[in-house]
């Protein structure tokens, strides 16, 4: 049976060696649960962290590339919700949002056949756009909006 290296945590085939001596037997990992809480609820004290401010770069961050769909689940994953004001302000600009995602993707050649069209729905949709919008957008230039 090799040796085991105590100084390096490695034995001399290179295999680590159990850490038994610093596993406590007490619970261990319950300390450590409740030094990250007290550390999080220090942190959010003194302004370190802000579900708001995560809200807002969220949003600042995703708004270009995606739908208000797209970002309400984003944020759902992490137990947050947009505002009122935000999500209205993201209804409001969806349809811009979306024809400039469109026009990056597609570089503005419009669907010529009917299975075109649905590949580029489809685009929009899987980016979170709503089907108001992606119908909108695919209707035609912008002219068609007004």
Known sequence: MPEPCSETGVDAQGQAESPDEDID???GEADV???VDALLLFLQERGYLSEQRFVDARVHARAARFGSQRIKLELAQ???Q???DQLASLKDSE????RAVWLRKFGGQWPEDAA???KHARFLIGRGFGGESVRR???GP???DD
């Not at 349809?95 to 979306?98: F, L, Q, V």
């Open 82 to 84: 947009l505002s009122g």
């Open 33 to 35: 649960g409740a030094e």
């Open 142 to 144: 912008v002219e068609a």
């Open 25 to 27: 037997e007490d619970g």
């Open 116 to 118: 075109t069209r649905a």
């Open 137 to 139: 957008v695919l209707r």
């Open 95 to 98: 349809i811009e949002r979306a």
């Open 78 to 80: 992490h137990g947050l």
